[in-house]
């Protein structure tokens, strides 16, 4: 028979941007208020892309800032990668090249598979945006990634 075809994802970026709630949302279809913030967790999910069984495993990390030494386990057999940031933190958009460089340089790698998530676009009517869809697509741009903008919440553009 086919071989069940492996897929490692890691989703980065600052804490409370929204990673869990996107993965919950994304292998669940609900919206979880709230979730345990500091907890790292893997999720599976058996994905048909273009007709092919991708076995994946999502690797839900706790969060990352300026100061964080990359865990080995987010870059060691991870073929692609996550980064979220909120639309509404300019802090948590930064912090997303930050990330991207030390992920770059501890696999010693020019570029990674990457799709770039701006995230909490359902708050953008309460809470000011803070960070422009044109910058986000521009940062994506200049490092190769795929972008997206979404709300876990509302569910748009979770799912493929
Ligand atoms: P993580 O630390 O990046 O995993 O962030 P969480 O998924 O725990 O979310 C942090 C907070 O933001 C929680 O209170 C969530 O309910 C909220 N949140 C996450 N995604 C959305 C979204 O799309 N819209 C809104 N309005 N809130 C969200």
Redesign the pocket.
């Known amino acids: 028979g086919d071989v069940l075809k492996k897929r490692k994802i890691a989703v980065l ?10 993965v919950v949302q994304f292998i669940e279809n609900h ?5 345990y ?1 500091t907890i790292e967790s893997t999720f599976t999910k058996s994905i048909n892309y273009k007709g092919v069984e991708y076995d994946c495993d999502i690797i ?1 990390t706790a ?1 990352q800032d300026e100061f964080t030494i990359l865990n080995s386990k987010h870059a060691i057999g991870i073929h692609g990668y996550i980064l ?1 940031y909120s639309v509404t933190s300019r802090k948590s958009f930064d912090m997303i090249q930050i990330v991207y460089d030390k992920i770059i340089e501890f696999c010693g790698l020019n570029s990674i598979p990457c799709v770039i998530v701006g ?5 953008q009517q309460s809470i000011s945006r803070q960070v422009p869809a044109k910058e986000g697509e521009d940062l994506a741009t200049s490092v190769h990634a795929a972008w997206v903008e ?5 569910n748009v553009n979770v799912g493929m």
């Open positions: 970026g600052s804490r409370s941007v929204g990673k869990s709630s996107l919206f979880v208020e709230s979730y913030p839900d969060g979220v995230s909490k676009t359902d708050l979404t709300s876990a919440k509302t």
